[in-house]
């Protein structure tokens, strides 16, 4: 079918639109990272750089410099890894929980788990059950408080409730238990929602900050948030915390907005790594709940 002028004229005006605001959308992207990569004695004389005619990975030396980092990188590992696994586990089985119309209590289950979302205990009471817990000091502190995550479990059980009830009938008649067919029939029908609360768990337990500064005291614990603002605050004050801040370089002849920018390249790499391995699931996990059949 052939275009009318005001047709094309309407077309080539979006495309010049959206390809303004993607490249508006990917310029803080780039200068970050050229920023990050810009010789220190290039940016002390222009703050506002597009293309560094010296490139340095002084920052990145820098934020290396310390035998911390190392450790930090390990613990925000641990975080991402161990409490993915165990929120998805938990915020799953309680979804699939809830999906069943046999399970008994299960629209009082549902109110109070609603209750949750709208009404937070605030940061006192959390601290105070961690604490009787004996949890302040431990990366536990970080992982059981969030381990269920209410929102999340609600939209599990709307993926849930379009799995046919059949399923579940037919394998109680090969002999299956619950637990049986949770693992090996649920689970493996549901990778789309899976992937994409995998990626905001991971996301969130990665970018773990206020948390940590709230139940860790201990240095040798601070996940890589955590040590990074040391650094940075360091970096521009001179002062940071004592188990961060023996562990330093010395001299430091590196500009601080440097330092800011390798800093969110390193704590951005990862996520964007492993993003293209869910992109296939998490296309039709977000998509969750939004269309009824």
Known sequence: ??????????SYTNHILLLIIGLVSLFPFYYVVVVSFTDPSEYMKSSFILFPKQWSTAAYQYILSTNVFIRSLGVSSYLAIVGTALSLMVSAAFGYMLSRKRLFGRKFLITALVITILFSPGIIPNFLVVKDLHLVNT???IILPGLLNSW???????FFDGIPESLEESAFVDGANDIRIFFQIILPLSLPA????????A??????????ILYISDSSKYPLQVLLQGMLLQAETGIADPGVAAQLSAERTVPPETIKM???????????????????HFAKGVMLGSVKE
């Open 194 to 201: 899976l992937a994409a609360f995998g990626l905001f768990f």
């Open 203 to 212: 996301v969130g337990y990665w970018n773990t900050f206020f948390n940590a």
């Open 152 to 158: 999340n479990a609600l939209l599990l059980k709307t």
């Open 139 to 141: 990366l536990w502190s």
């Open 1 to 10: 079918m052939k275009e009318s002028l005001g047709e094309r004229i309407f």
């Open 262 to 280: 390798a800093a969110v390249v390193i704590a951005t790499v990862p996520i964007l790594v492993v993003y293209p391995f869910l992109q296939k």
